[in-house]
């Protein structure tokens, strides 16, 4: 005998017990359970607790009829397709026989039974049980293989109905399979180019048409239900019949939205360091950066940059849509704030705080932040950006700017991509210092060749009136006339020939003190010094000059004793009134010496030509001049040694200045305490 667990269901139904037993020995089988039931209410409550392969039913029942019986299983789901055979040998005309059919029998028979038809027409239908079970089993067995596998899988009738949908589709696609089941699949595969935006025919229909295997380009986008995409990888298949025939159609795709979008980050990375490399051209090179980053992973890419160390301005635009490029483009063009404006933007707060913003649900003050023009922002927002990230540009605690992605709805940014983005903001922040650094090379070395031209031409400036005198001199002793040539006449040339030396001296030492602070060797040797004998002593020196550029020289001098290395506090007041007495010749001079606090004040007044308030700053740093040097001959120098040494004592300078209105320089140093003494 089979095992208990493969015997078939058998329902014998008869109000007369003599003929359960003869049914029962007629269809005794090793392989059957008969089940008995004297009633129909016995036959209901059997085929509640047990499956049956078929049911031998007697039509002439007290109480409730075999058609009634018939009715009630027919009306409920679990019993509707249990194949009824009935039995009677009372109801055999027409129209009982025409009845039992329309109650859903499947065979009528009339008593006295043939034993062997009736086993014969039993086995049909436990055959058919068996093969409808052995259907189902297999039917679990690819539904839970199905709904297993990593995979997604939507499976299709000929028509492209959707029949069956599997988790992971159900999570991607976002329909359970209940709401796609019946549908077409295209309303639920929705599928899309991810350049064009335009929409993909499914893979089902093409193989409903050709009849062929399909595959999804490497740009496919699957749309979700509630809007969310995903970048796809798929295939699908026809399924055939014995003959060939379509019956359906499987598709089976993943998610390869990390995926891509690793190999695109990688790939982005690569070229983007080449682009980088290729130039010195900040703007080009971030112009051609953005441009990378949007043909990959985003739709919109902005480069902002800090000018001047403080100024930020927008200079790379790039968008997948040539035409919404354009209109970002032009928005952009207000972007220009100082770096401590707009406190609350996505840039500024990546820049103040040098960590990367992302935010996956941009809220409209952030859009706008973004603009920082209000007449932008409504152009700005109909982009429709959902998710950004802003990372800083610095190098070295140096902040240099921002770089900031925006994507579309649908796509969210990952952690990933804020990594891909630092890298990337690592290499352009490199771009961009070794841009500055060229620059700077650049400038210096304009500053190296017209100092050495100026260096040059001041040099020779001493040396040929220094000649003239020598050879008079000479030719004086050559010709034994030097005792007989005017004593007034020799110590004028001796004396032009003493001040030619002592200005070749003086530019001589104004270079040997640049290269000395360049390289942090300028020294101090401090001393017990009255800033108002100093000031006292150099004018004094000065008289013959003074009166030689005819500037009357007032002095308001209160005595100002600190610890200072006198020879460069001499220096100081040197290069400050020799300043007054080169552009301002021909005026007035006032010095003043006076204490405030625990500080010393020179301030050297003049009333020459004046600085524009743009050059102020630059006259203090190395070979700057505000004046020709053609009108105001000079290297450049006097200021900036002013400025190194005043700096070296713990002190400051500063020019207040009118254009036309002549300049006053002033000079604070400390009387005591702590003071540098090299120059760093």
């Known amino acids: ?20 037993l003869t049914i029962s020995a007629i269809l005794d089988n090793p392989d059957y359970r008969i089940v008995t039931a004297n009633s129909g209410q016995q036959a209901l409550s059997c085929l509640l607790h047990h499956e049956f392969a078929v049911v031998v039913l007697d039509v002439m029942m007290p109480e409730m009829d075999g058609y009634e019986v018939a009715a009630l299983m027919k009306h409920r789901e679990r019993t509707r397709h249990v194949p009824i055979i009935f039995l009677t040998a009372v109801a055999t005309e027409v129209s009982h026989i025409y009845r039992g059919y329309s109650a859903g029998a499947v065979d009528y028979l009339l008593k006295p039974l043939e034993p062997e038809i009736v086993k014969a027409k039993v086995a049909v239908f436990v055959d058919l049980f068996r093969a409808q079970q052995q259907i189902k089993e297999q039917a679990a067995w690819y539904s839970t293989t199905l709904k297993s596998i990593g995979d997604a899988v939507i499976a299709t009738d000929s028509q492209g109905i959707i029949r069956f949908i599997n988790p992971v589709a159900e999570s991607l696609t976002g329909w359970m399979l209940a709401e796609a089941h019946g549908r077409p699949i295209e309303s639920v595969f929705h599928v899309l180019n991810q350049e064009t935006r335009a929409q993909i025919e499914s893979p089902a229909a093409r193989i409903v048409r050709d009849g062929t295997v399909e595959e999804l380009g490497n740009h496919t986008v699957l749309v979700a239900k509630n809007g969310k995409e995903f970048l796809l990888e798929d295939s699908g ?25 690793a190999a695109a980050r990688k790939n982005l990375i690569s070229m983007a360091s080449q682009i980088l490399l290729s130039s010195l051209d900040v703007s080009a090179t971030l112009n051609a950066v953005c441009h990378l980053a949007v043909s990959s992973t985003v739709d919109c890419c ?27 483009r032009r928005i952009s063009s207000l972007v220009s704030a100082p770096l401590d404006s707009c406190s609350d933007s996505l840039v500024h707060c990546a820049l103040r705080d040098g960590t990367t913003v ?37 190098l070295r605690g140096t902040k240099l700017g921002t770089l900031t992605v925006l994507s579309e709805a649908g796509t969210a940014f990952s952690p990933e991509d804020s990594q891909m983005l630092e890298e990337l903001a690592v290499r352009v922040s490199t771009s961009i210092e070794n841009a500055r650094l060229y620059d700077q090379a650049q400038k210096a070395i304009r500053l190296r060749d017209e100092f050495l031209s100026i260096a040059s031409h001041e040099l020779r400036t001493p040396i040929t009136p220094l000649k003239l005198q020598l050879h008079t001199i000479k030719s004086l002793v050559s010709r034994k006339m030097l005792d007989s040539y005017p004593a007034e006449k020799l110590d004028q040339l001796f004396d032009i020939a003493d001040r030619q030396m ?29 800033l108002a004998d100093v000031v006292h002593g150099v004018v004094r020196q000065f008289e013959d000059a003074l009166k030689n550029s005819n500037c009357p020289i007032e002095v308001e001098a209160v005595p100002a004793i600190g610890d200072w290395d006198k020879f460069r506090v001499e220096q100081i007041f040197i290069n400050l009134l020799s300043n007054a007495m080169k552009y301002g010749a021909g005026q007035p001079i006032k010095v003043t010496v006076e204490t405030a606090g625990d500080c010393a004040l020179l301030m050297v007044r003049d009333h020459g030509p004046g600085i524009e308030k743009a050059d102020q700053a630059r006259i203090f740093d190395r070979f700057e001049r505000a004046a020709s040097v053609v009108r105001f001959p000079g290297l450049g120098l006097g200021l900036y040694i002013t400025k190194q040494v005043v700096e070296a004592h713990g002190g400051t300078i500063s020019v207040e200045s009118e254009a036309a209105n002549g300049a006053t320089f002033i000079v604070t140093l400390p009387l005591r305490g702590t003071t540098e003494q090299r120059v760093a």
């Open 502 to 530: 002592e200005r070749f001296q003086k530019l001589i030492e104004n270079m040997m003190d640049a290269c000395r602070i360049g390289a942090g060797r300028l020294g101090l040797e401090k001393q017990t010094v009255d």
């Open 358 to 394: 992302l935010m996956n649900q941009l809220s409209e003050a952030q859009l706008q932040s973004l603009v920082i023009a209000p007449e932008g922002f409504q152009a700005f927002k109909g982009l429709g950006f959902k998710s950004c990230i802003c990372v800083p540009l610095s």
């Open 1 to 20: 005998m089979s095992p208990d667990c493969d015997l078939v269901n058998i329902l014998v139904v008869d109000d007369r017990p003599e003929n359960v």
């Open 302 to 328: 902005l480069a902002d940059v800090a000018l001047d160390g403080n100024i930020i301005k927008r200079i790379a635009v790039a968008h997948r849509d040539p035409q919404k490029e354009e209109l970002v």
């Open 237 to 261: 298949t026809p399924i055939r019949d014995a003959k060939g025939g379509l019956l359906g159609v499987v598709i089976v795709f993943r998610d390869a939205t990390a995926k891509r979008r």
